[in-house]
C-alpha cells in the first residue's frame, strides 16, 4: 500500500514539474508585449461590446486609442463625456466634452397614419422584407416595423410599440451607440443631440419622392413644401429631394417650423403642452 | 432519362393552361413602359412628353455595357413620364402612353410567312439584337447580346436552349415552342451564327411531350440541333442544372456557364431572336400565362409590354373572389405583387393567382435537422445552416459555407416539414455576404 | 377585396410536415408495438400507456409553466419517445420508474436544451441509460414473453445476450450454451425475452420499410449499422467460432434491429447528409459490437447510439453534402 502511495506521488509529481517547465517555456516563446495603456483603458470602458464606437469591442477601441494618442475622432458613446475624462490621463491629454446624443426614429408612418395595403407574410427581418417590397403601406422609405434596430439594441433600449407598429427608443437606456442605425436598411434612425431635458425637434420622415406620391401613402409624410424652410429663423431646416431636414446642430428648439408644417410630419418631443396661439411669443422665448 | 445529379423537387405541376393556344390579346387604352425592364444598368429616356410614338419606336437607349433597348409597344401619344411601381412596388421611371391606332414601325414585317435564310453576318446579328432591346425571356432578363460576346480567352461550343419550363403552372415557353416551332428553331439558328458555334441542344422536360415530338421532328430540317427530353424535376431551368442535365458540365461555382464553353438561352427569347432579325421586330410583346386553380379561363396571351396587370385577369375570367395573391412568374420563384396596377414588363412570364389558403405560408416549427433541405439543395449547400448563420448575423460563416452559390430556387423551403424560411434568411445572408464581398474589393 | 398577401417565394410548400413525419413514426412503431402486446399482455399495455402519457404530461407542463411556450404536444414527438422509452424496457418495471423515465426523457434530454430539435441526446435512450443505471435490477429482469392466453405467471429471466455474456464470462463454448440460446427463428418472428419492442426482428424491420417507403427515414444509417454489426460479428465468427457467436444471432438478438431502425435514425440526434449518414452507421455498429463482445455490459446498442449522437455535430462538419461546381481543376 505504501508503495503504491509512493509510485503515485512520484508520477504525479514528475508529470507536473515537466509540465510546469514546459509550460515556462511556452510562456517565454509566446510573450507579447503590449502597451500596459492599454490595459488600463480597457479597465475604463464599459466592457459592453456594443461596437458603438466602430471597433468590434471594447479592447480593441482602447488599442486603437493608444495608438492614435489622442480622442478626436474616437468616441465611446455608452461612456460618453464620463469615461473620457476617466481615459484622458492615462493618456496624458484633455478631455473633449460632447454633447450627449440619442437615436431618433424618423417615421410616423404608424398604422392609423399609413394604411396597410397588403399583408406581409415572410421571415420578420426589415432587411428581407426591404428587399423583397416597398412595405406594407407601400412607402419604400417607411419604417417596415419588424424590429431589426430591436434586435440589435444591446442596451434593451428601442421596442416596436404594439398599435403604432413603429419603434420607440427609451431616453433613459438609449447610448446612441449607432447599432440601429447600422441595422436599419433603410436609414430612418438617425443619431441626433439629446438637448435639454430631452427636447428634441426633428422631421419625421425620409420619404423623397414627390410630395402628392408621398401622401398617398402616409398622412404625415414630408412632402417638401419648404414652408418649414422659410419660417425657420436660423438657417437650421435644408430641403433636398423633396425632404425637409432641420440640422439639431443649428436648431433652437423655438417649435416654429412644428406649426407650420401642413403635415405634421415635423415631431417634437417631451416638450410642455402648448399654451393658446396669442401667448406664442412668450413661448417662444421661454424656449430660448 | 436526363436530368440534373444533385438535388432537385418534383411539386405539382398544375400546368393548367398547356392545351390553350396563344390568345392575342387586344392593343389596350393605356400602357405604362417602365424604361429600365432588364438585369444591369438602367438605360437612357430618348422621347418626351407630348411626343407621338409607333410601334416599335425606341423609348430608352441602352449606353452601357449591361444594357437593353426599350421600345414602344402601342402608337400614340406619351401623356407623361413617370414614375410607377414595379412588382415590389418600388417607384421606377416609365413612360405612359394613351393609345391612337396600331401605326408601326414601316420597316417591321408584319407577315406570317417565316423566313428561314440568315443573311446577316456574325456581328451584325450581335448589334441588330442589341438594337431590338432582346433580354432572357426566361424571368432573369439578362440582355440576350451580351451573353453572345463571349470574353477573350473563352470558347463556346455549344448553345443550349430553355425549353424546360421547370416551373409548376408556367406555359408559356410551352406553347411558343408548340405554335412558333419552326420559327424559334430559325432563331435558334440566328443564335448559333451569333455565337459562332455549329450545335445546339434544346432541353424539354417530358411533361410536354408534344413540344418534344413537334421540335424532333422539325429539327431535322435544321443543322446541328438536338431536341433532348429531360426528366421532370424543378430547377433543371436553372442554367447551371440544365448545363449539368443535358451536357454532364458543371460550372464551377462563382463562374458563368461560358466557362464550360456554353451559353444558355431561353425558348422564348429565341422566337423573340427570330422576329428581331428576319421580321426587323423589337421585343415589345411576349407570351404571358395567367393562371391560377381559382381562375376561370387559364390562359396564355400575347401581350404588350407595359399593360397593366389586371387587364390580362379581367380577360382571363377575372380576379377570382377568394385571391390571396397575385404572383409574377412561377410559384417557386415568381414575385408577390403590391398591387394589380403594374405593367407587364420583358420578365413576366406569367401571372398566377393563388387563393387565401394556398397563399398562407405554413406554421413555422423548430428545426428537428432532418436534413431533407440539404438533400434537396440542387448546389450541394446546407439551407439549415446558412439560414441559422444569417438569422444570428453570422456573415463570416455564411461566406465560407458559400452562401453566394446559393441560386434561390426555393427547393429548401418548399421540403422544410417545419416550414422554416429558409430562402428567407439565405437571401438575408446573400445580401449582406454581397456587400461585405463588394466593401473589400472596393478597399 | 382582402388585401394582397406579399411574401418571398416560394409560394408552394411540399406535402412534407413535423405532424406527418412524427405519425408517420408512431405508425411504423405500431407492429413491433401490438406484436409486445400479444407477448407480454396487459402489462406490456399498461407500461406503453404510463410512458406515452407521461411524457406528454411532462412535455405539456413544461412548455406551459416553465418555457411559457405555446404547447406543441400534437406534433407527435412526445409520443415517439414515450414508444420508444417503453420500448427498451421490460413489462415487469414499476410504474413509479417508467414515469421517472419519462421525466428524464422529456425534461432532462430534451426540453433542458431547448424542445424538439434541439436536443443532442435522443431523448428516450437518455431515459433508458438513466433507468438502466438507477434500477439495475429492475431493468434487466426480463418477463419471458408468454402468448396473452396463457394463465401462468410470468416468469423472469436473462436475455440471450446475458446467457451468452455470462457463459463466455465463465469459459464455455458457444456450442456448449447452445441449449440455453433461442433458436434464429424464434428470434426473428418473436417470442424471445427481453424489453417490449424487442421480441421480434420482423416487425421492427417491417415498420422501417414503412418509414423507408414514407420517406421519413433513408436507408443509409440502418444498412450501415446492421452490416458494419454483420461484418464485425462475421470476421469474429470466423476467427474463433467457438467462443464468438455467428453474426445471425448478434443481428437479431437483443435491441440492435430496434436501435439501428427507431432509435439510431432519429433525425434530430443523427448526421445530415448521406455520407455522415454511413460514418455514423459504422461507428454505431463497432461500438456495439465492442461493447457485446468485450465490455462489460452484455448489450452496447444504445450506449453506442449515445456515443454516435454527440459526435453527429462533428460529423455535420467533417461530412458536407458534394457542392456543385466544386471542380478538381
Known amino acids: ?288 | 432519362m436526363k436530368t440534373f445529379k444533385i438535388g432537385g423537387v418534383h411539386p405539382e405541376e398544375n400546368k393548367l393552361a398547356s392545351n390553350k393556344a396563344i390568345e392575342v390579346l387586344p392593343i389596350p387604352q393605356k400602357v405604362c413602359i417602365p424604361i429600365t425592364q432588364h438585369l444591369g444598368a438602367p438605360s437612357t429616356l430618348v422621347v418626351e412628353k407630348g411626343a407621338n410614338v409607333k410601334v416599335g419606336q425606341l423609348l430608352a437607349k441602352a449606353d452601357a455595357f449591361i444594357c437593353a433597348n426599350v421600345h414602344s409597344s402601342v402608337s400614340g401619344k406619351i401623356s407623361k413620364i413617370d414614375t410607377t411601381t414595379d412588382t415590389s412596388g418600388y417607384r421606377k421611371t416609365s413612360v405612359f402612353i394613351d393609345v391612337e391606332g396600331d401605326e408601326w414601325e414601316e420597316s417591321i414585317d408584319k407577315s406570317d410567312a417565316i423566313i428561314k435564310e440568315i443573311k446577316l453576318s456574325k456581328e451584325e446579328i450581335i448589334a441588330k439584337i442589341k438594337d431590338m432591346g432582346i433580354v432572357g425571356l426566361g424571368g432573369a432578363t439578362f440582355p440576350t447580346h451580351v451573353k453572345l460576346m463571349v470574353p477573350q480567352g473563352k470558347k463556346a461550343d455549344v448553345l443550349i436552349i430553355n425549353g424546360v419550363e421547370c416551373e409548376p403552372y408556367l406555359t408559356s415557353d410551352h406553347r411558343v415552342m408548340l405554335e412558333k416551332g419552326e420559327e424559334m428553331l430559325v432563331g435558334v439558328s440566328i443564335l448559333m451564327k451569333g455565337l459562332g458555334v455549329e450545335k445546339a441542344m434544346i432541353g424539354i422536360e417530358n411533361n410536354k411531350a408534344d413540344a418534344i415530338s413537334h421540335l424532333q421532328n422539325l429539327s431535322g430540317n435544321f443543322n446541328g440541333i438536338e431536341v433532348h427530353a429531360l426528366k421532370v424535376k424543378y430547377p433543371q431551368g436553372a442554367e447551371k442544372q440544365l448545363i449539368k442535365a443535358l451536357i454532364n458540365r458543371e460550372v464551377p461555382a462563382g463562374k458563368l456557364p461560358i466557362e464550360v464553353g456554353c451559353v444558355v438561352s431561353n425558348a422564348g427569347t429565341a422566337f423573340a431572336v427570330y422576329e428581331a432579325i428576319q421580321k426587323n421586330k423589337p421585343l415589345f410583346e411576349r407570351v404571358v400565362t395567367v393562371t391560377g386553380k381559382s381562375v376561370k379561363k387559364p390562359s396564355n396571351f400575347m401581350v404588350r409590354l407595359g399593360v397593366a396587370v389586371n387587364e390580362l385577369i379581367e380577360r382571363a375570367g377575372g380576379l377570382p373572389e377568394d385571391t390571396g395573391k397575385v404572383i409574377s412568374g412561377g410559384p417557386m420563384m415568381g414575385k408577390s405583387l403590391n398591387s394589380l396596377d403594374v405593367p407587364v414588363v420583358k420578365g413576366t412570364s406569367g401571372i398566377l393567382i393563388m387563393t387565401q389558403k394556398e397563399s398562407k405560408r405554413v406554421e413555422i416549427q423548430n428545426c428537428i435537422r432532418c436534413g431533407k433541405c440539404i438533400t434537396v439543395c440542387p448546389m450541394g449547400l446546407e439551407p439549415y445552416l446558412l439560414a441559422q448563420v444569417a438569422e444570428n448575423a453570422n456573415f463570416e460563416t455564411a461566406e465560407n459555407e458559400r452562401v453566394m452559390d446559393c441560386i434561390e430556387c426555393g427547393s429548401c423551403h418548399y421540403t422544410c416539414p417545419s416550414g422554416r424560411p429558409l430562402l428567407d434568411y439565405l437571401r438575408v445572408g446573400k445580401n449582406k455576404v454581397g456587400q461585405i464581398i463588394r466593401n473589400r474589393a472596393n478597399n | 377585396m382582402n388585401l394582397l398577401t406579399v411574401s418571398g417565394s416560394p409560394h408552394v410548400h411540399g406535402d412534407q410536415s413535423l405532424k406527418k413525419i412524427m405519425w408517420g413514426v408512431v405508425i411504423a412503431m405500431l407492429p413491433a408495438m401490438l406484436v409486445s402486446f400479444w407477448y407480454f399482455g396487459l402489462p406490456a399495455i399498461i407500461i406503453t400507456l404510463t410512458a406515452v402519457i407521461s411524457c406528454l404530461v411532462f412535455e405539456y407542463l413544461i412548455q406551459k409553466f416553465l418555457l411559457k411556450q405555446n404547447p406543441t404536444i400534437t406534433d407527435g414527438s412526445a409520443v415517439i419517445t414515450g414508444m420508444l422509452l417503453a420500448f427498451n424496457v421490460p413489462s415487469s418495471l414499476p410504474l413509479w420508474q417508467m414515469v421517472i423515465g419519462a421525466l428524464v426523457a422529456i425534461g432532462i434530454a430534451k426540453m433542458s436544451y431547448g424542445g424538439l430539435g434541439k436536443n443532442p441526446f435522443n431523448p428516450a435512450l437518455v431515459g433508458r441509460v438513466f433507468l438502466l443505471i438507477s434500477f439495475p435490477v429492475d431493468m434487466t429482469l426480463w418477463p419471458l414473453p408468454k402468448p396473452v392466453w396463457t394463465m401462468v405467471d410470468a416468469i423472469t429471466g436473462p436475455t440471450s445476450l446475458g446467457v451468452l455474456k455470462e457463459g463466455v464470462a465463465k469459459g464455455d463454448t458457444v456450442s456448449q450454451l447452445a441449449s440455453q440460446l433461442p433458436s434464429l427463428q424464434d428470434l426473428f418472428i418473436g417470442g424471445v425475452g427481453g424489453s417490449l419492442g424487442e421480441v421480434s426482428a420482423a416487425a421492427l424491420i417491417l415498420g422501417g420499410l414503412y418509414m423507408i417507403f414514407r420517406k421519413i427515414i433513408t436507408w443509409h444509417i440502418p444498412v450501415s449499422f446492421i452490416a458494419t454489426v454483420a461484418i464485425f460479428t462475421g470476421i469474429m465468427w470466423q476467427v474463433n467460432p467457438e467462443h464468438y457467436i455467428n453474426p445471425m444471432f448478434h443481428l437479431l438478438a437483443g435491441g440492435l434491429m430496434l436501435g439501428a431502425i427507431f432509435m439510431a435514425t432519429d433525425m434530430v440526434t443523427s448526421p445530415m447528409t448521406y455520407k455522415g449518414m454511413i460514418v455514423y452507421g459504422i461507428g454505431c455498429g463497432v461500438l456495439t459490437v465492442l461493447i457485446r463482445l468485450w465490455g462489460s455490459y452484455p448489450e452496447g446498442v444504445s450506449f453506442a447510439i449515445l456515443i454516435m449522437n454527440a459526435v453527429t455535430p462533428l460529423i455535420n462538419k467533417g461530412f458536407k453534402p458534394k457542392r456543385f461546381g466544386e471542380v478538381v481543376k
Open chain 1, 1 to 288: 500500500m505504501n508503495q503504491v502511495l509512493i509510485y503515485s506521488i512520484i508520477a504525479l509529481g514528475s508529470i507536473g514539474a515537466i509540465s510546469a517547465i514546459i509550460l515556462y517555456f511556452v510562456a517565454q516563446k509566446f510573450k507579447v508585449i503590449e502597451d500596459p495603456r492599454i490595459d488600463e483603458v480597457a479597465d475604463k470602458l464599459p466592457g459592453a461590446n456594443c461596437g458603438g464606437c466602430g471597433f468590434a469591442g471594447c479592447r480593441n477601441f482602447a488599442e486603437a486609442i493608444v495608438k492614435a494618442g489622442n480622442m478626436d475622432n474616437l468616441n465611446c458613446p455608452v461612456g460618453g463625456n464620463a469615461i473620457i475624462k476617466e481615459v484622458a490621463p492615462i493618456l496624458g491629454i484633455v478631455a473633449v466634452v460632447r454633447d450627449p446624443q440619442i437615436a431618433v426614429v424618423r417615421c410616423s408612418g404608424s398604422r392609423a397614419n399609413a394604411p396597410q395595403k397588403v399583408v406581409y407574410d415572410s421571415a420578420s427581418t426589415c432587411v428581407f422584407a426591404h428587399g423583397l417590397f416597398s412595405g406594407e403601406s407601400g412607402c419604400p422609405h417607411g419604417c417596415l416595423g419588424l424590429g431589426d434596430c430591436v434586435v440589435s439594441c444591446k442596451f434593451d433600449a428601442i421596442y416596436i410599440d404594439e398599435t403604432t407598429g413603429l419603434p420607440v427608443v427609451s431616453n433613459e437606456k438609449c447610448v446612441a451607440c449607432g447599432a440601429c442605425v447600422k441595422a436599419c436598411p433603410r436609414a430612418i434612425i438617425e443619431i441626433r443631440n439629446k438637448n435639454k431635458k430631452d427636447r428634441r425637434i426633428f422631421v419625421s420622415c425620409i420619404n423623397q419622392e414627390k410630395g402628392a406620391v408621398a401622401k398617398k401613402n402616409c398622412e404625415v409624410a414630408c412632402i417638401g413644401c419648404g414652408k418649414c424652410v422659410k419660417v425657420c429663423n436660423f438657417d437650421a431646416i435644408t430641403l433636398k429631394n423633396n425632404l425637409a431636414y432641420i440640422d439639431f446642430t443649428k436648431c433652437t428648439l423655438c417649435r416654429k417650423c412644428v406649426e407650420e408644417c401642413p403635415t405634421n410630419a415635423i415631431n417634437e418631443l417631451n416638450f410642455p403642452p402648448r399654451k393658446p396661439k396669442t401667448e406664442k411669443a412668450e413661448s417662444v422665448s421661454t424656449e430660448l
